[in-house]
């Protein structure tokens, strides 16, 4: 019987079990795919059509990847699994399939092509089960605090500091180039102990998150402190400079299904083809309500408070800001 840490739920896939890639390394690939991708809309002639063509497969492949390992620990944040949807079929239509036309899976393609870019080409063979693992009884994992912004909302913040601070590094700018790591570390940090926090078994991302943190402390002057301590700095440092971004905390089994994080993905636009037949068709992430129905002003001049507008065959979710009465 083989004894063995305890797997990883992206370790279930063949793709992720054969590499076996470390959150941090994930997003480490996601900056540089995203820094190689901006570099080529900044200064597209310095770039043959090939070197574009690959480095925008890296760029749906890398993200791709890390959204669809986070999807596979569980996220709750709808935006997690709207963007895997997007990056996987972002792959297959620059690859020349178009999703409905092909029949072939999003999520099989683009774990199949992580696993030959890493050098995985001669099939992808399932992963042994484990039966038994090694387990620390006296190992907590780090508990999320009741609001910590969403992993797509860090991912973005990580991946647009990463590159700032490589343009302010090549301009010789060397205080914006400090800052915009600094801002760097913080959200990285955060999207670690978030990856954390959905995978206990993932003790490296929890000690990356407070190395993060112990860094950022060490930037600010600050004196040592513990792993949990250092981990809350960064989340306190981050809304103290995002005071817009911050959300009521909603908790994690609310009903509204937004997991938490206060924010969910609402259809705001459907194609009315009649019959009472509504397809939805725009979808946007919106503050949640905690499952409490929101009620519309009689009075409101769009809507009269049935809460829609139509239009061009369409409805529309009203945005009536006028409290019910």
Do not use: K
């Amino acid at each position: 019987m083989i004894i063995s840490p305890a797997p990883l739920p992206e370790h279930s896939v063949a793709a992720y079990a054969l590499e076996q890639p470390s959150i941090q390394r994930l997003i480490l690939e996601a900056c540089w795919a995203h820094a190689q991708r901006d570099a080529t809309f900044e200064n597209p002639e310095a770039f043959r059509d090939d070197q574009i063509h690959r480095i925008r497969r890296a760029y749906f492949i890398h993200l791709g990847a890390l959204y669809d390992v986070l999807t596979l620990r569980g996220s709750q944040n709808a935006d997690v699994h709207e963007a895997t949807r997007e990056l996987r079929a972002g792959l297959l239509a620059l690859d020349g399939f178009h999703l409905p036309t092909v029949h072939r899976s999003g999520a099989d393609y683009l774990r199949t092509n992580y696993a030959v870019l890493h050098g995985h080409s001669d099939g992808l063979p399932q992963p042994t089960e484990q039966t038994r693992t090694a387990d620390d009884p006296g190992y907590e994992p780090p508990a999320l605090p009741s609001y910590c912004p969403s992993e797509t909302r860090l991912l973005r913040a990580a991946l647009w500091t990463y590159v700032l601070a490589a343009e302010c590094r090549r301009h010789g700018d060397s205080r914006q180039a400090a800052a915009q790591a600094r801002a760097h570390h913080i959200a990285r940090g955060l999207l670690l102990w978030r990856a954390a926090a959905l995978a206990p078994a993932d003790r490296a991302a929890a000690q990356a998150a407070a190395g993060a943190g112990h860094l950022v402390r060490e930037l600010d002057g600050r004196p040592r402190t513990s792993d949990e301590m250092s981990r809350q700095y960064l989340l306190e440092t981050y809304l103290a400079e995002h005071p817009d971004e911050y959300q009521p905390a909603h908790a994690p089994d609310c009903p509204g299904g937004c997991g938490g994080t206060g924010i969910v993905m609402a259809t705001l636009i459907w194609d009315d083809q009649g019959d009472g037949i509504l397809v939805p068709v725009w979808a946007e992430p919106v503050d949640c309500a905690a499952g409490e129905p929101e009620v519309h002003d009689p009075d409101c001049g769009d809507c009269h408070g049935h809460g829609y507008t139509y239009g061009r065959g369409e409805r529309h979710l009203c945005h009536c800001l006028a409290p019910a009465t």
